[in-house]
């Protein structure tokens, strides 16, 4: 199974980490180890794409994080969510029993396309090891921007590219129920949780001071 560790990625500014997004994934998770990734890991850790994080933190920060993203899920296994999410119910265990999961960004707004803000899977995953060779072997990820080169793009294209059958892709309102180009799902499903697409709408300098509901 999926190991019930949460993972979390944090680069730049410490100040303005949103602790309170952080802390709703704590709170409703008792049972569940969190780790919160930072400027720390990203300089002592030896990431495979060191070069290509090196890179990408002198323009995307979230950039530096989905290529973090990757080698955290193969070398520990577990769910990385991003940092502006917000949980909204206890993760189910049967989340956990395959081999990887992630969601839709959005059926509607963005049809096919999976999401990189909520993966999970088991330690030593053969797909996600997969993706950190393929970024390797690139000689830069700057070529287009970091969705595309390093984040859900690139995990779409490499899900498809590899016909990946372990990865269960759930709906997106499980995680994503409200999309930035203003798909909204109003149903009676599960939410676990919502985005708040700071990187997107830019307001990682106020989210962190935010009154969370």
């Known amino acids: 199974m999926i190991p019930k560790t949460l993972h979390v990625i944090w ?93 839709w960004e959005n059926e509607i707004d963005r049809p096919k396309l999976i999401a990189a803000g909520y993966v999970a899977s088991v330690p030593e995953n053969p797909f996600f090891g997969q993706i950190i060779k393929d970024l390797h072997s690139e000689e830069t990820v700057m070529q287009g921007m970091a969705w595309q080169t390093v984040g859900p793009l690139r995990l779409t294209q490499s899900y498809y590219r590899y016909r990946y059958g372990g990865l269960t892709i759930w709906p997106s309102h499980f995680f994503i129920p409200e999309h930035f180009a203003g798909q909204s799902y109003d149903g009676r499903g599960i939410v676990f949780a919502s985005q708040e697409w700071a990187s997107t709408r830019g307001t990682y300098d106020t989210l962190y001071k935010k009154e969370l509901s």
């Open 11 to 103: 680069v730049g500014d410490e100040s303005r980490r949103p602790d309170n997004c952080i802390q709703t994934w704590i709170d409703l998770n008792p049972e569940w180890h969190v780790r919160v990734w930072g400027n720390q890991d990203l300089v002592e850790t030896e990431w495979i794409n060191a070069r290509h994080m090196r890179e990408m933190s002198s323009r995307e920060l979230n950039g530096v994080a989905d290529l973090m993203r990757w080698e955290i899920l193969y070398n520990e296994g577990g769910f990385v969510v991003d940092a502006d999410s917000i949980c909204r119910r206890p993760l189910e265990d049967w989340l956990l029993e395959g081999d990887a999961f992630a969601c």
